[in-house]
Antibody, heavy 122, light 110 residues
Framework: EVQLVESGGGLVQRGGSLRLSCVGSGFTFSNHYIDWVRQAPGKGLEWVGRSRSKPQSYTTDYVASVRGRFTISRDESTNTLYLQMDSLKTEDTGVYYC?????????????WGQGTVVTVSS | QSVLTQPPSASGTPGQRVTISCSGSSSNIGRDYVYWYQQLPGTAPKFLIYKNDLRPSGVPDRFSASKSGTSASLAISGLRPEDEGSYHCAAWDHSLNGHVFGGGTKLTVL
């Protein structure tokens, strides 16, 4: 079964740091782009960034609002994607999902994790 | 403020047909595929429609979608109580160089 499981969420003060993890199973993790998508309380979905696949050297992209503060990386040996979040702001509060991109062009998110909650207090 | 624009709410009675719109621009919907996601209360989003109008296996044919110019729409026919939740459209934006979403439409089955 294709599965993604996030962990690492919690309560952190404004300006602090947090690292989220996303473990994939049931598929060849290195062959897929894996993304982070967040959802503020009562709001819509917002794309945060992604790690491309191994053939694309795991290069990364980010939404402008987190560029320079968030870093996405992978551990190939454990099929884990990380989201290192620094200089956190209250507006970063929300549920963070990791999602697998399929092989169609565009936001082809064919598998999602259950989400992990991040709360940034002022 | 989301890049793609959706109505915040929609409603219908069981058995009815409802449509949800998604409006974008020439940098996203106008030049790339639209995807739709269903999010039932308290759960993660689920893959619903890909490449404008295609259904992944397991998605009932009550769900259909289309795209024209810089807008797209999702239609749900034979509405059921279990369809109640939020529906999100998404596309790649060539100006922002990233995926963009609509603000989501909360569907209520009366």
């Amino acid at each position: 079964e294709v599965q993604l499981v996030e962990s690492g969420g919690g309560l952190v003060q404004r300006g602090g740091s947090l690292r989220l993890s996303c473990v994939g199973s049931g598929f060849t993790f290195s062959n897929h782009y894996i993304d982070w998508v967040r959802q503020a309380p009562g709001k819509g979905l917002e794309w945060v960034g992604r790690s491309r696949s191994k053939p694309q050297s795991y290069t990364t992209d980010y939404v402008a609002s987190v560029r320079g503060r968030f870093t996405i990386s992978r551990d190939e040996s454990t099929n884990t994607l990380y989201l290192q979040m620094d200089s956190l702001k209250t507006e970063d509060t929300g549920v963070y999902y990791c999602a697998r991109e399929g092989h169609n062009p565009g936001p082809d998110f064919d598998c999602w994790g259950q989400g992990t909650v991040v709360t940034v207090s002022s | 403020q989301s890049v793609l624009t959706q109505p915040p709410s929609a409603s219908g009675t069981p058995g009815q047909r409802v449509t949800i719109s998604c409006s974008g621009s020439s940098s996203n919907i106008g030049r790339d595929y639209v995807y739709w996601y269903q999010q039932l209360p308290g759960t993660a989003p689920k893959f619903l429609i890909y490449k404008n109008d295609l259904r992944p296996s397991g998605v009932p044919d009550r769900f259909s979608a289309s795209k024209s110019g810089t807008s797209a729409s999702l239609a749900i026919s034979g509405l059921r109580p279990e369809d109640e939740g939020s529906y999100h459209c998404a596309a790649w934006d060539h100006s922002l160089n990233g995926h963009v979403f609509g603000g989501g439409t909360k569907l209520t089955v009366l």
